[in-house]
T-cell receptor
Framework: GIQVEQSPPDLILQEGANSTLRCNFS?????LQWFHQNPWGQLINLFY???GTKQNGRLSATTVATERYSLLYISSSQTTDSGVYFC??????????FGIGTKLQVIP | NAGVMQNPRHLVRRRGQEARLRCSPM?????VYWYRQLPEEGLKFMVY????????ESGMPKERFSAEFPKEGPSILRIQQVVRGDSAAYFC????????????FGPGTRLTVL
């Protein structure tokens, strides 16, 4: 099956700092999503981004499908950004494979 | 438009009991997926269902676990004779179309086996 690697595994940021999270995948995919799992365990859709670039407020994402990676940018981080960020890719039959996540802690 | 609904949100069972987890997809969605998340881990795919059909159950344990999505009513994930290792968060997601499409997740059911 498809392998998904996320980096870094852990990240501590000062409030206001910017960061880039990376997701590499081992094979061509039909789609890719970024999720934020907040400290209460809820999964929040951030981006559905099989290719190209999207922006939503302080967050943006870029997927380069031909090179099998995606990047999630967080600018001017806030404490509410804390949690785990997952990259999930879809191969055949819509089976979703999740990376192990990047655990982000934003400190005031 | 209500999101994906899951209930119960928390479920406690003793070893050997049965656990039934329910998932109602978003309105207009006919595809349902179940995932399991062990503590400090990512989500693992379990099963993909359409109404009255299991499309892909390659992630389901071979014993004790079953899933259905009847013509009427929610999708059910059933775990028989639960063991402590079944303690996890179980998430359901739904999508509207076959083929690559965005999935929307429910709040999850946290199962604790005593």
């Amino acid at each position: 099956g498809i392998q998904v690697e996320q980096s870094p595994p852990d990240l501590i940021l000062q409030e206001g700092a910017n960061s880039t999270l990376r997701c590499n995948f081992s094979d061509s995919v039909n789609n890719l999503q970024w999720f934020h799992q907040n400290p209460w365990g809820q999964l929040i859709n951030l981006f559905y981004i099989p290719s190209g670039t999207k922006q939503n407020g302080r967050l943006s994402a870029t997927t380069v499908a031909t090179e099998r990676y995606s990047l999630l940018y967080i600018s001017s981080s806030q404490t509410t950004d804390s949690g785990v960020y997952f990259c999930a890719v879809v191969g055949g039959y819509q089976k979703v494979t999740f990376g192990i996540g990047t655990k982000l802690q934003v400190i005031p | 438009n209500a999101g994906v609904m899951q209930n119960p949100r928390h479920l406690v069972r003793r070893r050997g009991q049965e656990a039934r987890l329910r998932c109602s997809p978003m309105k207009g969605h006919s595809h349902v997926y179940w995932y399991r998340q062990l503590p400090e881990e990512g989500l693992k795919f379990m099963v993909y269902l359409q109404k009255e059909n299991i499309i892909d159950e390659s992630g389901m344990p071979k014993e004790r676990f079953s899933a259905e999505f009847p013509k009427e009513g929610p999708s059910i994930l059933r775990i028989q004779q639960v063991v402590r290792g079944d303690s996890a968060a179980y998430f359901c997601a739904s999508s509207p179309l076959r083929g690559p499409d965005e999935q929307f997740f429910g709040p999850g059911t946290r199962l604790t086996v005593l």
